[in-house]
């Protein structure tokens, strides 16, 4: 009831903000949004260790606490930061009152999903989690590319909806509750396969899995910053805790399923990162980047059950707690991440890496923050996102060593999978980070007099503080993590080997960061009476100008080259001719292989096949009376017949 009434506040501040003043609405629904919050993380932590789920269609237990934990932090902050981007809105005339309705119940549709004990009550909250982050996406559809990426959007999130909607039912035969789910699906055999099939791809639609992801990349880019940051960060792990809360439900799956989902993870993996390379606008970087991350959480969760399938418990908690981990990780350097790209788009009004450059000079505080959060979404050591990725290895590592072949491979291929992934991500964040504040500026957007907007760094210290507490406190953000894998597999499987590592890395990484801050207060008293200035590696040159620094698609073309088998790639290009060669060009673009020759032909072909019922929508007001005629007709007949 705590948690409802959390739930409620949050969404009453929406509510009620409607005859709030455009220059309050944003502080009012911030306000309700931390007071719900508070009442949500306490009735969350409470939780945490109780098997009892609660009365109802609503409870709680580990597994749900932590996802509530996740929403509950990044949610307001996101609804706080909104206050200076809207700005670019509210400065212009528009109305953000029904922004601000959806808003909060974004945040709190997501809350009742991970809380729902039926199948009813889930997929109500699903619908309105789906409901209101389309009308979130859809704010700014006067431009055709948000129009069609909000409509491609609420497409896909019905499909999703459907897949779910008939994977439970198929296993509703005793009920829709949770509890008679469970005992359906433990008899095993179809009543188990069929079910899991369809709401893995259903869930896998809204995680953003390959090849069911290119919907994420298109409408990410077209929301508010602060939006992408909520629907990449958050919104899309409800994906990954659908497939979690699954396999919560039934009996111990088989290996093949272990294996498929552990292909499907390092495949989305794979082409997440890379995709990561080839794009320019940088909302469709992270956008990308959230699929190769959702990636890495679905192979976790893939070794989590070759473990439980095999009879090898360590392997099994070192997958389900890092893909647990990693989600938890995920959602605050992403929306960080996105908080600070659309503060940087307010300031430039671009996306477009080539337009961008040296904003580091003129944003020094953000330029550090958002250091951090590519150094945590890179898997750098000392911040978070190392340690999810850590126990994914060790269970690749474990499956190594195991004595079955079919594991030995699996665990071999995937941890190699995963190590290049990682060396992509790490390589395009800094291309990302280098093209956006490093050198000189690339155009005259770049050459902004705004500075460093206060909220937004006061909102991604916050969050930057997180990624690195949780970065030098693994054994902390372990337990976490361990105890929401003991839903998924019954029982805490304990052991010492993992909380001690645990313990040595936390020394290690504290007195690394101990070093590192040691590194920059003596830096910063050397500098301190340094007077004067001079280009960086002047190299005899007087006048440093753009064209003589790397472009971020010149920096990320090794990597290109070798994957362009997998890269839908079109180039024009003019070849300078003459004497004096003048006039030469060359321009590349990139496409999603999966959009290009599976998505846009299926569309085609969809509304060629709806264009022969187009007489139908005739416009004219008799026709549809007698449309409703011949429908209430054959209702009778159908009634009668009965």
Same mark, same amino acid.
């Given at each position: 009831m705590?948690?409802?009434a959390?739930?409620?506040?949050?969404?009453?501040?929406g509510?009620?903000?409607v005859?709030v003043?455009?220059k309050?609405?944003a502080?009012?629904?911030?306000?309700?949004a931390?007071?719900?919050?508070?009442?949500?993380?306490?009735? /969350?932590v409470? =939780?945490f %260790?109780s098997p *009892?789920?609660?009365?109802?269609m609503f409870? @709680?237990?580990?597994?749900?606490? &932590?996802?509530v934990?996740?929403?509950?932090?990044?949610?307001?902050?996101g609804?706080?930061?909104?206050?200076?981007y809207?700005?670019?809105?509210?400065?212009?005339?528009?109305?953000?009152a029904a922004?601000?309705i959806?808003?909060?119940?974004?945040v709190?549709?997501?809350?009742?999903?991970?809380?729902?004990r039926?199948?009813v009550a889930?997929l109500?909250?699903?619908?309105v989690?789906a409901?209101?982050s389309?009308?979130?996406?859809?704010?700014?559809?006067?431009?055709k590319?948000?129009?069609?990426?909000?409509?491609?959007?609420l497409v896909m999130s019905?499909?999703s909806?459907a897949?779910?909607?008939?994977g439970?039912?198929?296993?509703?035969?005793?009920?829709?509750s949770?509890?008679?789910?469970? /005992?359906?699906? =433990?008899? %095993?055999?179809? *009543?188990?396969?069929?079910?899991?099939v369809? @709401?893995?791809?259903g869930?896998? &639609?809204?995680?953003?899995?390959?090849?069911?992801h290119?919907?994420?990349?298109?409408?990410?880019?077209?929301?508010p910053s602060h939006?992408?940051?909520?629907?990449?960060?958050?919104m899309?792990e409800?994906?990954?805790?659908?497939?979690?809360?699954?396999?919560a439900l039934s009996?111990?799956?088989?290996l093949?399923?272990?294996?498929?989902?552990?292909?499907?993870?390092?495949?989305t993996a794979?082409?997440g990162?890379?995709?990561?390379?080839?794009?320019?606008?940088?909302?469709?970087?992270?956008?990308?980047?959230?699929?190769?991350?959702t990636?890495?959480?679905?192979?976790?969760?893939?070794?989590?059950?070759?473990g439980a399938?095999?009879g090898r418990?360590?392997?099994?908690?070192?997958?389900?707690?890092g893909?647990?981990?990693?989600?938890m990780?995920?959602s605050v350097?992403?929306s960080?991440l996105f908080f600070?790209s659309?503060?940087?788009?307010?300031?430039?009004h671009?996306?477009?890496?080539?337009?961008?450059?040296?904003l580091?000079?003129k944003m020094?505080?953000?330029?550090v923050?958002?250091?951090?959060?590519?150094?945590?979404?890179?898997?750098?050591?000392?911040?978070?996102g190392?340690i999810g990725e850590?126990?994914?290895?060790?269970?690749?590592?474990?499956a190594?060593?195991?004595?079955?072949?079919?594991?030995?491979?699996?665990?071999?291929?995937?941890f190699?999978?995963?190590?290049?992934?990682?060396a992509?991500a790490?390589?395009?964040f800094?291309?990302?980070?280098?093209?956006?504040?490093s050198?000189?500026?690339?155009?005259?957007?770049?050459e902004?007099?705004?500075?460093?907007?206060?909220?937004t760094?006061?909102?991604?210290?916050v969050?930057a503080?997180?990624?690195?507490v949780l970065?030098?406190?693994?054994?902390?953000?372990?337990?976490?993590?361990e105890r929401a894998?003991?839903v998924?597999t019954?029982?805490?499987?304990?052991?010492?080997?993992?909380?001690?590592?645990?313990?040595?890395?936390?020394?290690?990484?504290?007195?690394?960061?101990?070093?590192i801050?040691a590194a920059?207060?003596?830096?910063?008293?050397?500098m301190?009476?340094?007077?004067?200035s001079?280009?960086?590696?002047?190299?005899g040159?007087r006048s440093?100008?753009?064209?003589?620094?790397?472009?971020?698609?010149?920096f990320?073309?090794?990597?290109i080259?070798?994957?362009?088998?997998?890269?839908?790639?079109?180039?024009?290009?003019?070849?300078?001719?003459?004497i004096y060669?003048q006039?030469?060009?060359?321009k590349a673009?990139?496409?999603d292989?999966f959009e290009?020759?599976?998505v846009?032909?299926?569309?085609?072909?969809?509304?060629?096949?709806?264009?022969?019922?187009?007489?139908i929508?005739?416009?004219?007001?008799?026709d549809?009376?007698?449309?409703?005629?011949i429908?209430?007709?054959?209702?009778?007949?159908?009634?009668?017949?009965?």
């Open positions: 705590l948690l409802a959390g739930a409620g506040v949050i969404m009453a501040g509510l009620l903000s005859p003043p455009e309050n609405k502080a009012f629904v911030s306000a309700f931390f007071a719900g919050a508070a009442l949500c993380d306490f009735s /969350a409470t =939780a %260790g *009892a789920h609660g009365p109802g409870g @709680l237990d580990s597994l749900s606490a &932590v996802f934990l996740m929403i509950c932090f990044t949610g307001p902050l609804i706080l930061y909104s206050a200076s809207m700005k670019i809105y509210t400065s212009a005339g528009r109305s953000t922004h601000y959806f808003l909060p119940a974004l709190s549709s997501m809350i009742f999903v991970v809380t729902a039926d199948a889930f109500f909250s699903w619908e989690m409901l209101s389309f009308f979130l996406v859809a704010y700014d559809n006067s431009k590319d948000v129009f069609d990426a909000s409509i491609y959007y019905h499909i909806g897949l779910i909607m008939a439970f039912l198929t296993c509703s035969g005793n009920g829709f949770f509890d008679a789910i469970k /005992a359906w699906l =433990a008899q %095993g055999g179809s *009543a188990l396969t069929v079910p899991f369809l @709401l893995f791809i869930f896998g &639609v809204k995680a953003g899995l390959a090849p069911l290119t919907w994420l990349p298109a409408a990410h880019p077209a929301a939006v992408s940051g909520l629907m990449s960060g958050v899309i409800m994906g990954i805790y659908g497939i979690l809360r699954i396999l009996p111990v799956m088989p093949w399923a272990g294996y498929g989902v552990l292909a499907m993870g390092m495949l794979l082409l990162a890379l995709y990561t390379l080839t794009q320019r606008d940088y909302k469709r970087i992270l956008a990308y980047s959230s699929v190769e991350n990636g890495i959480m679905t192979a976790g969760i893939g070794m989590g059950m070759l399938s095999s418990p360590l392997m099994c908690l070192l997958g389900y707690s893909a647990i981990l990693h989600a990780n995920h350097f992403k960080m600070g659309g503060t940087i788009y307010a300031a430039t671009t996306r477009d890496l080539e337009h961008l450059g040296g580091a000079k020094p505080r953000l330029s923050l958002f250091l951090t959060g590519t150094a945590a979404i890179s898997g750098l050591p000392i911040f978070n190392f850590l126990l994914i290895y060790l269970a690749m590592a474990q190594i060593m195991a004595k079955t072949p079919g594991l030995t491979v699996a665990g071999a291929f995937s190699a999978a995963l190590s290049f992934t990682g992509m790490l390589y395009g800094i291309r990302l980070y280098s093209a956006i504040f050198g000189t500026a690339r155009s005259a957007k770049a902004i007099q705004a500075g460093d907007d206060r909220l760094v006061v909102i991604m210290s969050m503080a997180v990624c690195l970065g030098l406190l693994p054994q902390a953000a372990f337990a976490i993590a894998a003991s998924i019954g029982a805490a499987i304990g052991g010492d080997f993992v909380p001690a590592l645990m313990v040595k890395l936390s020394v290690i990484f504290t007195a690394a960061a101990a070093l801050a920059a207060l003596i830096k910063n008293s050397l301190k009476n340094k007077t004067g001079a280009a960086t590696w002047g190299c040159y440093p100008n753009p064209r003589m620094q790397y472009t971020a698609y010149a990320a073309e090794p990597f080259k070798t994957a362009e088998p997998f890269i839908a790639k079109q180039k024009e290009e003019i070849k300078p001719e003459g060669p006039g030469g060009s060359y673009q990139f496409s292989v290009k020759y599976a846009k032909p299926a569309g085609e072909k969809t509304a060629g096949f709806l264009k022969l019922f187009s007489w929508q005739s416009g004219k007001t008799g549809y009376i007698m449309y409703g005629v429908f209430l007709i054959a209702a009778v007949i159908w009634a009668v017949a009965a």
